[in-house]
């Protein structure tokens, strides 16, 4: 029921496809509207350095955004992402990754890397 009792509240339909690629480790729809991504080849951020990651991820959305964000074990390594926000369909999902920390982090092949979220 709306907060004022009028009328129902109706669950507005998804107008997002995702078509996740056949990649090594594939990603995990956790709900409707998020998916865990994995890292798919071995990344090295030296210090101060953005290194720019394709997830192997199509997005199909005719309104909305998808929202990147970075797992928590790689925030607590100081990364950060760059390019967080989707705004229309892309063929392959690129973020950036930027080490703000003074020493080197590697992300390993299967390691956790991020959640990818709809929001209309």
């Not at 998804?14 to 890292?39: A, G």
């Not at 997005?59 to 990364?79: D, F, N, P, T, Y």
């Not at 063929?91 to 982090?105: A, M, T």
Request: hydrophobic share 40%.
């Amino acid at each position: 029921m709306h907060k004022f009792g009028r009328k129902p509240l109706v669950e507005k339909p998804l107008t997002i496809q995702w078509k996740p690629k056949d990649v090594n480790y594939p990603p995990e729809k956790q709900s409707p509207r998020k998916w865990k991504i994995f890292c798919q080849k071995k990344v090295i951020i030296q210090p101060k350095e953005t290194k720019m990651l394709v997830l192997g991820f199509t997005i199909e959305m005719s309104e909305g955004m998808v929202l990147a964000s970075l797992k928590h074990q790689l925030k607590l390594l100081r990364c950060c992402i760059q390019n967080e926000t989707i705004f229309e369909s892309v063929p392959d999902v690129i973020i950036g990754i930027l080490n703000i920390s003074d020493k080197e982090v590697v992300i390993n092949p299967g390691q956790e890397l991020c959640f990818l979220h709809y929001s209309y």
